[in-house]
């Protein structure tokens, strides 16, 4: 086992360079794809992830018709060439299952299903590339597809990680962090009601290491909503300026 | 043979884009109005009296009346509104209809014409033969006539405009771009009929010889294409493809920039029209062309 040294030098960086409550470098852009109601691309570092969504629609399986709201169908896949080691990889392989479900308990929550009976909103997730972190990304990735649907949410979800290095808590850790046995959480919340909608651990954390790192996931995510509110509010400003002015004539 | 790659193109730059009309934006979780006296619509819910929107878009009053409407979104069917929709399943009494709208739209057996324009009442004889009128995949013009109590639309072919679709092309474009206006139906200069359906489905075809009532009822149901010239189908193509630039760059689209579009197309294959750089001269020249006719 490596020693967490490693990990954070003693002037208090990371092997990336980054400090321990900074974030990596956020990119997205929404609307990427024409044939879909809604589409965003997203880099958190080299973490990749297209999210693309379709719906309201009419259901594909009659059982997944509700008479009062929609359903949620959240699919997870991830590139061969994503990971340092090219691989194909089943859609039913058990551990995206479970990556899928994630997403789509974390938007039944966000989402209001109730304004569309008896209709079905899928979410295609697909990770280009993978540097830790691909859950809170595709989360990210599904949150603005969904703004760019035009789906009513309540408010914006926003996710990221935090682990613990050596009693230090750390913010959106990458591939080598979250490998080297270091305690990661994955929270996902709305950020202005402080709502929390996921929180995921697969690691054991000490009870009390768990405030620190929790309460840096959420500043994180508080980061990350004002990037993705500053993307939506210029790709809006920038279709209304196209599709608006012509109803004023 | 020609072969052009379409690559990539690089993003635009969306650093300097101004609110140039002062629109109200607000993106989901967004506070409108605290004041009570305001009464919510779509795209906004309400949380201890305070309005909030759910989705990201304009703001838009009437009265005390506040909506937020979003500018993608699916097709949002209203009564009256003039749709074109594929048969997706034939049922007992009823087709369902896909209409690009969160429900397949459903058509009764009892809101059709039946061919040789009687009225009766609809037999068993009907029901039996329904797939001789309507089968999977074929296209139709309708209109929506009510809603049901789940929500999904109801409609009617009731009328000699409507019904079952030939002779031409199908281009799909986002909802938001075809707004209601007078008529939806256009025969074009250049001889090509133009259905402008709301939910984004524009049905293109040539210009008929006979009018619609003079058809006989074998032809009103038919599924076989009429005879249609080179020329025709040379202008059937030119407009589906003008119509595809312009929702490319996401311009509105009504029959006049159609028009317009067209006539910018002329110098071009019709192969060549939807290459960006020849896409983005057409968009242009027609834009033009309705900002002097406004001016005018």
């Known amino acids: ?249 | 043979m020609e072969i052009i790659f379409n690559t990539p193109s690089a993003p635009k730059e969306t650093e300097n884009i101004e609110n140039k009309q002062n629109f109200h934006i607000v993106t989901p979780g967004e506070q409108i109005t605290s004041d009570p006296a305001f009464m919510r619509g779509h795209g906004t819910y309400t949380q201890e009296d305070v309005v909030m929107a759910s989705v990201a878009g304009v703001v838009e009053r009437v009265n005390k009346l506040i909506s937020v409407k979003p500018l993608r979104t699916r097709y949002n069917a209203e009564i009256g509104d003039v749709v074109v929709g594929r048969i997706t399943e034939v049922a007992q009494k009823r087709w369902k209809v896909d209409i690009n709208g969160k429900q397949n739209a459903i058509l009764l057996l009892s809101s059709v014409n039946l061919p040789g324009g009687v009225q009766r009442r609809k037999t068993e004889l009907d029901e039996l033969n329904m797939k001789s009128f309507f089968s999977e995949g074929d296209l139709i013009g309708a209109e929506v006539q009510a809603f049901f109590h789940d929500g999904a639309s109801s409609l009617h072919t009731r009328n000699l405009k409507y019904g079952k679709l030939r002779n031409g092309s199908l281009v799909v474009v986002p909802p938001a771009l075809v707004r209601r206006c007078k008529s939806h139906f256009y025969t074009l200069p250049c001889g090509v009929d133009l259905i402008l359906g709301l939910n984004g489905y524009i049905f293109v075809s040539k210009h008929p010889d006979k009018k619609s009532e003079e058809l006989s009822p074998e032809e009103l149901y038919s599924n076989k294409n009429e005879e249609i010239t080179f020329y025709q189908r040379s202008a059937i193509a030119r407009v589906c493809n003008c119509i595809k630039a312009l929702a490319k760059h996401y311009m509105y689209i009504n029959d006049s920039i159609i028009i317009y579009a067209y006539e910018a197309s002329l110098p071009y294959k019709i192969s060549d029209l939807l290459h960006d750089d020849i896409c983005e001269v057409i968009v242009e020249k027609a834009k033009l062309q309705i900002e002097m006719q406004q001016t005018l």
């Open chain 1, 1 to 249: 086992m490596s020693s967490g040294l490693d990990l954070l030098s003693p002037e208090g960086l990371r092997i990336d360079g980054r400090r321990a409550n900074e974030l990596r470098r956020v990119n997205c852009k929404t609307g990427i794809l024409v044939q879909a109601d809604g589409s965003a691309y997203i880099e958190q570092g080299n973490t990749k992830c297209i999210a693309t969504v379709y719906g309201p629609r009419e259901p594909s399986h009659k059982n997944l018709q509700y008479h009062d709201r929609a359903s949620i169908n959240v699919e997870y896949s991830i590139a061969t060439f994503s990971t340092s080691e090219r691989k194909q990889r089943s859609k039913m392989d058990r551990r995206f299952i479970e990556i899928a479900n994630i997403v789509k308990q974390t938007f039944e929550t966000a989402v209001i299903t109730s304004l569309y009976p008896r209709s079905q909103i899928d979410i295609y997730l697909q990770i280009l590339q993978i540097d830790g972190g691909a859950l809170h990304t595709s989360i990210n990735a599904a949150t603005l597809a969904l703004i760019d649907a035009g789906i009513p949410m309540k408010e914006y979800v926003c996710a990221c990680s935090a682990g613990c290095v050596e009693d230090t808590p750390i913010l959106d850790l990458n591939y080598f962090e979250e490998n080297n046995f270091t305690p990661t959480l994955t929270v996902a919340v709305m950020p202005n009601s402080g709502k929390i909608s996921t929180l995921v651990s697969e690691s054991r954390l000490h009870l009390d290491k768990f405030e620190p790192v929790f309460n840096l996931a959420v500043s994180g995510c508080k980061q990350l909503h004002s990037v993705f509110d500053d993307v939506i509010r210029k790709s809006t400003t920038e279709l209304a300026n196209r599709v608006m002015e012509k109803q004023k004539e």
